[in-house]
């Protein structure tokens, strides 16, 4: 008889060790990005990258265009309402995703979302599970004293 | 002489100045200074690199591949590419690896990138995962030792207390030289003797910074080095020697791998005397004490002669030999840009553009090292000529 036929072994007699990593970090997200965040928090408005070369528009925001290396240096409006382009429904709740991230009651909607005006789609999410793609959708903005210059300053969005 | 199935060139340095706070950028960022840097040195159309090797410390910023990440704005997009992390090392590496890739023939131009923003994550997340879980975890410290310096001390006494401190001193004067260090600091040997105790003999101005920057250098094919503006610095070898990952704390003071990697490296390319034939040496020094023990171990003075070396001013920008004119890693130490930073550094000075930290001589042959992990070594040698000359 192989071992591999008896497992999962008693821990009596096969030892393991249950741990927990924990890795503390601080994130910058640099000048030119922290306008966009600080607009979210202050005056609930959506910013997006102009790469000056392409006319790319990146929502997330970034400081250079991915495809021809320009430094980017101008912020647009985009938005706030967009269609939907993509979703997946989450329908279960998960225990450690519930501890360290928000989380709305399942069922809800996963979304690839693209603003008007951006030319990359923005990963968010939608309650309930009767969203399709082509639905034009608008941010439920988090309360004022609530926003911390983070993607959770919209809580969701949800159909116009 | 290894078999080198083609020559490989250094045609393009390029490097952040490297601070202990980079809050104005994110990690993306700043890995796109060193990348425009590189592209300004050389000259090179980001569209005519083929692959880019990406390195930094496992977990210390506590992102999963920054790699992939990092395509935003490393110029990687649509191209070949990988991460190389092998601890302190991870600079060196990403430089052997660079060699490979070129030298195989598989690419006509790698562009090889070590970065670390250590202001982000928390140095010793990183470390201490490197420790078995069931016999070492719980009980290590971090990166803060000072057993090379009491064995230093028991085997040579005071004068060795007065080079380690000296040779903190001289990296000190190179660093003011060199705009890019992160530590610019005037200090005497007085001032390093009375900096506070870590790890006797280990004081604080013994050891390195925590930095934030980043370096990219790109390594070309000798067809390519050619059309490339740039003096080209020409790969000849590098040696990787380690021991183990867990520590073997018996043996500690029996880890000779900086020796070991030395005499390889000596035998394959007729080095008899490296102080006479090499340059300029660029030696990773995460602490003072390291780097006193460490000189004597690779440039094989076996008496210790280095303590009177170091107090004979031997090793400064226009001494007999020098080493590391940047100032050494004591003076800045963005982890997983370090060693490669050292290996810019030895060819800038091949070069002999490298600023006011310049040697005053022409260099023909440079060593530089990385170190890591529990005694790992990796030793580059770079030349102005052809190693096949
Ligand atoms: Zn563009």
Redesign the pocket.
Known sequence: MYTTDKLPLDQKDCFGKFGLMSIPYRYFAGLFLSEAMIALRDDKKILGAK??????VYVPPRSR??????K?TELVEVGPEGTVEEITVVNYEEEYFKKFCSMLDPPYTMALIKLDGASTKLLHRIPGDKIKRGDRVKPKWAADDKREAMITDIEYFEKV | MTKRMRNVAISGIGQTRHRGHREDVNMVELVSEAVEAVLEDSKMDLKDIDCIVHGNMELFEGVHQPDMWHVLGDGAYGKAGFRITTGGTTGATIVCSADHLVASGMYDSVLAIGWEKQEEGMTTTGITNMADPLWEREIQTGAITGTHGVMMMNKFGEPANQAAAEFRVLMADNARKNYKAHLRIEITRKDVLASRVLAWPLRLLHMCPESNGACAILFVSEKLAKKLPQKPVWMHDHVTVHRQETFDLVNMGDLDTHGEAARVLYARNGILDPMKQVGVFEMYDPQSWWALDWLGKFLMLENGEQIEMILNGDFAIDGKFPVNPSGGVVSSNPIGATAIIRVAEAALQIRGNAGEHQVPKDVNLAMSTGFGGTFWTVLHLLGAEKPDK
């Open positions: 790469c000056e070369k392409c006319d790319k265009c991915e495809k021809d290396f320009s980017i």
